[in-house]
T-cell receptor, first 116, second 108 residues
Framework: GAVVSQHPSRVICKSGTSVKIECRSL??????MFWYRQFPKQSLMLMAT?????????EQGVEKDKFLINHASLTLSTLTVTSAHPEDSSFYIC????????????FGPGTRLTVT | AQRVTQPEKLLSVFKGAPVELKCNYS??????LFWYVQYSRQRLQLLLR??SRESIKGFTADLNKGETSFHLKKPFAQEEDSAMYYC??????????FGTGTQLKVEL
């Protein structure tokens, strides 16, 4: 089956620093990747849609200069949280869609970011 | 605005009892609807899709356009069904809007 990985699974960083989260499709080429944010005991909130080779499309209210998304290849997308603050602490989840089954999103295991 | 409502945060049923997880949506156009499930310590995964009209793990979901509902049902709950369930319509570009989720707990 289609597998999506995320790295790291957990990261702790100091306020003001930047942190990068990787999302990889391991056994398929992802035409589109999505980044979500999930607060404790809440639903997933879509942050942005990332298509390979083009600029990400951000949802309303999501700062694109704060959350930099790069989708340089068909198997890798990265989310960089710049100048992180404690309020950025959250669970970040990516998903990917392949061309074979275009409607089905395959989810990564998530990355727990804690900003101290 | 696109909205998904799952009124129950927690649904607790006994093993063998019927299950119905409610989902109502407010969506422009003709969305496609999905149910996603997250078992304990696992990642989110697709359970079923309304267009497929299939039964997965005994679950079915009927789209009622008049009531704008897409409730998930299973006639006899099993212990392994305990999980978090999310209703998620999608519009253009395969973007999913997730409901708040319902935690299903099947008790022995």
């Amino acid at each position: 089956g289609a597998v999506v990985s995320q790295h790291p699974s957990r990261v702790i960083c100091k306020s003001g620093t930047s942190v990068k989260i990787e999302c990889r499709s391991l056994d398929f080429q992802a035409t589109t990747m999505f980044w979500y944010r999930q607060f404790p005991k809440q639903s997933l909130m879509l942050m942005a849609t990332s298509n390979e080779g083009s600029k990400a499309t951000y949802e309303q209210g999501v700062e694109k200069d704060k959350f930099l998304i790069n989708h340089a290849s068909l198997t890798l997308s990265t989310l960089t949280v710049t100048s992180a603050h404690p309020e950025d602490s959250s669970f970040y989840i990516c998903s990917a869609i392949g061309s074979a089954i275009p409607y089905e999103q395959y989810f990564g295991p998530g990355t727990r970011l804690t900003v101290t | 605005a696109q909205r998904v409502t799952q009124p129950e945060k927690l649904l607790s049923v006994f093993k063998g009892a019927p299950v119905e997880l409610k989902c109502n949506y407010s969506y422009s156009g003709s969305p496609e609807l999905f149910w996603y499930v997250q078992y304990s310590r696992q990642r989110l995964q697709l359970l079923l899709r309304h267009i497929s009209r299939e039964s997965i793990k005994g679950f079915t979901a009927d789209l009622n356009k008049g009531e704008t509902s897409f409730h998930l049902k299973k006639p006899f709950a099993q212990e392994e069904d305990s999980a978090m369930y999310y209703c998620a319509p999608t519009g253009g570009g395969n973007k999913l809007t997730f409901g708040t989720g319902t935690q299903l707990k099947v008790e022995l």
